[in-house]
């Protein structure tokens, strides 16, 4: 949550060989699982499937994956992760903007990052498909090489670009990135927020984020 997930899902689906760009809210524990991921993927996009990757972004630990569902040849993971200080910042930020009951704190923001951070580690040890592990900075920083990287991994014949479709529900809470930033259709570097984060829990956070990455980097077959 708060990783520039939602942007670069978008970049993702702006590809002609990528269908999907947010977050659909399920697990993935049984067939009927697949037939919801494609009707919920045709009302948003009208495409067809033929020859494409079908997207959708996963936040939490709670949504099952069964690997046995999935084929092992066209099976593709990126995992995104983005680092402690900002992470935190965004999501109390959108919690207090938002209303909601949850992340108010760095506190509680602290709890949801280590814990999908841990859970993302642990998903390697059963996903055992063809997977990419990218640092969320290198999107705003070099985002030319970062995207021809992952262009060149997932085996697409147009490149991604820095530019991006807006979507129906692009910028809908629920659904992504609830701001009016991710409208913008490029990458666009955002202010920092003037939040502060306590010592003790930026500590936690960033001894997390450590051994996540370096878990990821590790287990993932191409990584920047």
């Known amino acids: 949550m708060r990783s520039r997930s939602t942007l670069l899902s978008h970049i993702l689906g702006s590809n002609d ?86 992340f108010t704190t760095p506190a509680e923001a602290l709890e949801h990052y280590a814990e999908r951070l841990g859970g993302l580690a642990d998903s390697t040890e059963v996903l055992n498909f063809p997977s990419y592990f990218l640092a969320s900075e290198q999107l705003v920083d070099d985002p030319d090489e970062t995207l021809g990287a992952l262009s060149e991994w997932l085996g697409l014949d147009e490149p991604l670009g820095k530019s991006y479709k807006v979507f129906d529900r692009t910028g809908q809470a629920g659904f992504g990135d609830p701001f009016e930033n991710i409208k913008r259709g490029t990458i666009t570097r955002t202010p920092d927020h003037d939040i502060e984060i306590p010592s003790d829990v930026l500590e936690k956070a960033w001894s997390a984020h450590s051994k996540a990455f370096a878990e990821l980097k590790t287990r993932c077959l191409n990584s920047l």
């Open 17 to 102: 060989a990528i269908c999907g760009y947010r977050e659909l809210l399920r697990s993935y524990e049984s067939r009927i699982d697949f037939f919801r991921l494609r009707t919920d993927l045709f009302r948003d996009t009208g495409s067809h499937f033929k020859g494409k990757f079908l997207l959708d972004k996963i936040l939490h630990n709670h949504h099952g994956i069964d690997p046995r569902l999935f084929p092992a040849d066209r099976t593709r993971i990126i995992y995104l992760v983005r680092e402690p200080a900002s992470t935190l910042k965004s999501i109390v930020n959108m919690s207090q903007r938002l209303r909601m009951d949850r």
